[in-house]
């Protein structure tokens, strides 16, 4: 149930595809997860781009983060408590228990109310809404996965009291304002009883100690998911006022930020003169800098800068990703291909990753690996009949010996019976046709052949 619902929330989900806000959430949950005994799953962590405060785990270990949520904490153990009780949820298995003690049910029903989170008509808010009333648990489930969130956290190392101060902050909030209630709040009912068993498992007064700090590190990723989910005259502000307030020496920091916020948000001309500013009072950031040459046109400028990020962390998909496209553009299509390739392997969810590597083997006169790249990217979204047809086209294409030709045809044939008599399959479009609008995921001109302009 848990790897149809992923493969559902892909398509419909918005997720935040970031490596440095991945990276960061996923270490966090192995930590905690780390002191469980043995699974018979593997945990997955994902980021919702969403400005909701909201958290749900489904079945099989898949635990998901609005950015809100991430975007609101004030320390990496308010995040690593919420992370927590949802890590109690699905090691509980709160989900199945719940639809056993409510009412006769099936794992294909179960199954069926899950993917009901994720329908296609349904808009990111009203998305939040429906998740909230679909897996609202019952008081008993909050009790122990409070109780085992509380274990799993002070277990892995974090202060385990940061949970009762972020609930105490969204209680009080709650109580100010009763018609805006988070979502986290819905699904995971909050009431003074609740909090009062929190506070008998956390022992007398050890909730009111210490004040946490916000790391470089959540810094840095609050700065990415704010950029990502919240609008520009909310989030805008707030960083100016961080600005203007900053002492001299917090001031390249605060820069940094607002270079970053910007850079994800995507308005690099504006991103480029706080992270130049950034960069020259001894700030390392070249992962954004690189980019915003890049989208900006300022291709070799950017070839430096990403060089170096790429350098510095060989992981970062994003990276290789933004290092790959500026190649590209240079007619450096090994490198291209080199580095796209490898960000393809770390982080194969990115469509139109695997098209411009698609592009990059054709225009190295590898078109059938490029047809195959862009059926890919086709499956990536949804289009299953064009995924079918790039996958025709790259079965045509490629060599009789070619390695990818057994893992193709098995591929193709699961397509094959997912598209069934339903989408017709779409037919190449001539030179001269219009362009069709990329974010509408339906393929222009030159993505009929790789490297055809």
Excluded at 248 to 276: C, K, N, Q, V, W
Aim: negative net charge.
């Amino acid at each position: 149930m848990g790897e149809e619902f992923l493969a559902q929330a892909r398509l419909q989900i918005p997720l935040v595809h970031d490596y440095e806000v991945l990276s960061f959430v996923r270490e966090l949950g192995t930590r905690l997860v780390a002191t469980l005994k043995d699974q018979p799953f593997d945990y997955e962590f994902f980021v919702v781009r969403s400005d909701d405060i909201n958290a749900f785990a489904v079945p099989g270990g898949k635990i998901f983060f609005n950015a809100g949520l991430i975007a609101r904490v004030e320390s990496e153990d308010e995040l690593a408590g919420v992370m927590g009780h949802e890590i109690a949820h699905s090691h509980a298995h709160h989900i199945v228990r719940q639809e056993q003690k409510s009412a006769p049910t099936n794992y294909a029903a179960l199954l069926g109310m899950l993917l009901t989170v994720i329908h296609p008509a349904l808009g990111v808010a009203a998305l939040s809404a429906a998740n909230a009333q679909t897996l609202k648990y019952q008081r008993d489930f909050e009790r122990e996965a409070d109780f085992l969130g509380v274990g799993y956290a002070r277990a892995a190392g974090f202060e385990e009291e940061a949970i009762m101060h972020l609930l105490r902050k969204l209680f009080a909030e709650q109580q100010l304002n009763p018609t805006l209630v988070p979502p986290y709040l819905s699904s995971h009912p909050l009431t003074g009883e609740r909090l009062s068993n929190l506070e008998a498992v956390l022992g007398n007064n050890e909730w009111t100690g210490k004040k946490l700090e916000r790391s470089y590190r959540l810094k840095r990723v609050q700065a990415i998911v704010r950029g990502l989910s919240q609008r520009r005259e909310q989030v805008v502000p707030e960083f100016e006022r961080m600005l203007e307030s900053a002492s001299a020496t917090e001031r390249p920091l605060a820069l940094e930020l607002m270079g970053i916020m910007m850079t994800h948000g995507e308005d690099y001309a504006l991103a480029r003169p706080y992270l130049e500013q950034a960069r020259d009072a001894g700030r390392n950031v070249d992962r954004e800098l690189g980019r915003v040459y890049a989208r900006l046109g300022m291709s070799e400028k950017a070839l430096e800068y990403l060089q170096r990020a790429a350098e510095a962390h060989p992981d970062d998909w994003n990276v290789l990703a933004d290092l790959g496209r500026t190649e590209y553009q240079l007619k450096d299509y090994e490198g291209a291909k080199e580095h796209l390739e490898k960000s393809v392997r770390l982080y194969p969810y990115l469509p139109e990753v695997l098209r411009t590597l698609g592009r990059g083997l054709g225009a190295s006169d590898q078109e059938g690996e490029g047809f195959y790249r862009f059926g890919q990217a086709s499956e990536l979204e949804g289009h299953l009949a064009q995924a079918h047809y790039y996958y025709t086209k790259a079965l045509e294409t490629l060599p009789e010996d070619h390695p990818l030709r057994k893992e193709l045809s098995t591929h193709m044939t699961e397509v094959e019976e997912e598209v069934g008599e339903t989408e017709p399959v779409p037919h190449p479009r001539r030179r001269g046709d219009p362009p069709r609008d990329p974010r509408r995921g339906r393929f222009r001109p030159q993505e009929i052949g790789p490297g055809i302009q």
